[in-house]
């Protein structure tokens, strides 16, 4: 059982470009979450789904848009990357808003130069 | 405004010394608090939750209100407990877009 599956595992981008991160799990969560984890600051939160067709803004929403057209895949876009948000990111999943323990992928590390 | 703080960036003891990674809140309800741990080249998993009172790799913590805190404890650490850390927290609904992680304390024991 894979899990979530993020990619690509690494990336160096130009500031200005476009970049997706992917993000598929095969567990049938109805939940998931977009996260970047940065020193000092934890793991904070930039978008979350909580069902398939619906999104919502985390702590750290600004430059980043998501979607969610099926329950499987949470893709992540920056549509102009700037160096502030070289990161490393997480999705995550959950069986429902309900439940604490989240299901996290192996995280993106994601400079923008 | 929920918040957790983790006072220690870095933890470093020897093995077999007891441990202590501690955990800070802020919550105007009453919370859930939860321990994550991300081994070396491993994802970040779920270590205990306040709830299920329970010890997990000889690991406990107790939520305290009084002090609000939830400090993890060990009382003989292993080299294979080197990992990072963190406290999280969530209010009773919609766990996952109120759930709020600490900085992170990264533990190191050393032989």
């Known amino acids: 059982i894979a899990g979530i599956t993020q990619a690509p595992t690494s990336q160096i981008l130009a500031a200005g470009r476009r970049m997706t991160l992917r993000c598929t799990q095969d567990m049938r969560h109805n939940a998931m979450y977009w996260y970047r984890q940065d020193l000092g600051l934890g793991l904070r939160l930039i978008h979350y789904s909580n069902t398939a067709g619906t999104t919502g803004k985390g702590e750290v929403p600004d430059g980043y848009s998501v979607s969610r057209a099926n329950t499987d895949d949470f893709p992540l876009t920056l549509a102009s990357a700037v160096p502030s948000q070289t990161s490393v990111y997480f999705c995550?999943?959950?069986?429902?808003?309900?439940?604490?323990?989240?299901?996290f992928g192996e995280g993106s590390r994601l400079t923008v130069l | 405004a929920q918040r957790v703080t983790q006072p220690e960036k870095l933890l470093s003891v020897f093995k077999g010394a007891p441990v202590e990674l501690k955990c800070n809140y802020s919550?105007?309800?009453?919370?859930?608090l939860f321990w994550y741990v991300q081994y070396s080249r491993q994802r970040l998993q779920l270590l205990l939750r306040?709830?299920s009172r329970e010890s997990i790799k000889g690991f406990t913590a107790d939520l305290n209100k009084g002090e609000t805190s939830f400090h993890l404890k060990k009382p003989f650490a292993q080299e294979e407990d080197s990992a990072m850390y963190y406290c999280a927290l969530s209010g009773l609904r919609n766990y996952g877009q109120n759930f709020v992680f600490g900085p992170g304390t990264r533990l190191s024991v050393l032989p």
């Open positions: 995550a999943s959950s069986q429902g808003v309900r439940t604490g323990e989240l299901f």
């Open positions: 306040h709830i």
């Open positions: 919550y105007s309800g009453s919370p859930e």
